[in-house]
């Protein structure tokens, strides 16, 4: 069998048919379409095959999906907290965000679970492009636009959700 990959997990139901909220972990949303077959599981070991009946997207950028076998809120609900993984081989690419598109851009920091502030403007830096972001008590900090820190990035809300290192970031 090839490796599974994790491309996402499913959250909370959505509506009367059977919709599930989804989010996408690997940097598309490519793979969130009708007909494709992803497994669902809390591991790669464990997960079963279902096939994406229906997809609707919102207009905050939040995904729902139905599976083909989950018609009812009640059969979807089993699968709330699962991850979806794909075949290595049918992991899309990331797609590449260009970084001066974040000014405006809510950054929140995994770690704490707090919402830091807004990226104002981006800085060059010899190892790595600073975001420069105003804090909600009106100051503003640098954070190093570090990939390994990126947790997600979601364009449709502008949000950007990074997992900080301690001390990075001072009350």
Same mark, same amino acid.
């Given at each position: %069998?090839?490796?599974?990959?994790s491309v996402g997990f499913l959250g909370k139901t959505h509506g009367v048919q059977g919709f599930i909220r989804v989010v996408s972990e690997c940097g598309s949303d490519e793979w969130i379409r009708p007909g494709?077959?992803?497994f669902t599981g809390k591991t790669d070991g464990s997960a079963r095959l279902n096939e994406i009946a229906e997809t609707r997207e919102s207009a905050d950028g939040d995904w729902f999906i139905r599976f083909e076998k989950y018609q009812t809120p009640? %059969?979807?609900r089993q699968l709330s907290g699962l991850k979806v993984f794909l075949p290595e081989?049918?992991?899309p690419e990331p797609v590449e965000t260009e970084w001066d598109e974040l000014n405006g851009f809510e950054i929140s920091d995994q770690t704490s679970g707090i919402s830091l502030g807004t990226v104002i403007r981006m800085?060059?830096?010899?190892?790595?492009p600073m975001l420069v972001v105003l804090?909600?008590?009106e100051r503003e900090i640098l954070i190093p636009l570090v990939e390994d820190w990126i947790v997600t990035v979601n364009p449709g809300k502008?949000?950007?959700?990074?997992a900080l290192p301690d001390g990075l970031v001072d009350s």
């Open positions: %069998m090839k490796s599974l990959i494709q077959v992803v009640e %059969m979807a081989d049918e992991v800085e060059p830096s010899p190892a790595h804090l909600h008590t502008k949000q950007i959700t990074m």
